[in-house]
């Protein structure tokens, strides 16, 4: 947690199989993505993939908060659907 800057937290992890790990809470942070040669900014759920080893943002867009900092505060991982469920604080997905 020591990466993070003041003020921000993770809150929640699940583990999705052998090789996948979502962390989640409220913070931002950007990472190296060597295959596109750039820095991708990451907003509060970061996924880790073992085999590539890289921390990368969710494909499915920007989670927002009109009225609240937006909070992560559980995470589950459904094996059946391959599907993550994401609870907090938040109003919308971008």
Request: hydrophobic fraction near 45%.
């Amino acid at each position: 947690n020591s990466a993070l800057s003041k003020g921000m937290k993770i809150t929640t992890a699940a583990i999705a199989g052998p090789n996948d790990v979502y962390v989640a809470g409220s913070f931002q942070t950007q990472v190296w993505n060597g295959e596109k040669h750039e820095f991708v900014k990451i907003f509060n759920i970061a996924h880790f993939n073992a085999i590539d080893q890289v921390w990368l943002p969710l494909p499915v867009g920007q989670i927002t908060c009109s009225w609240c900092t937006v909070t992560i505060l559980a995470l589950a991982w459904d094996s059946e659907r391959r599907q993550l469920h994401v609870a907090g604080k938040f109003n919308a997905i971008d």
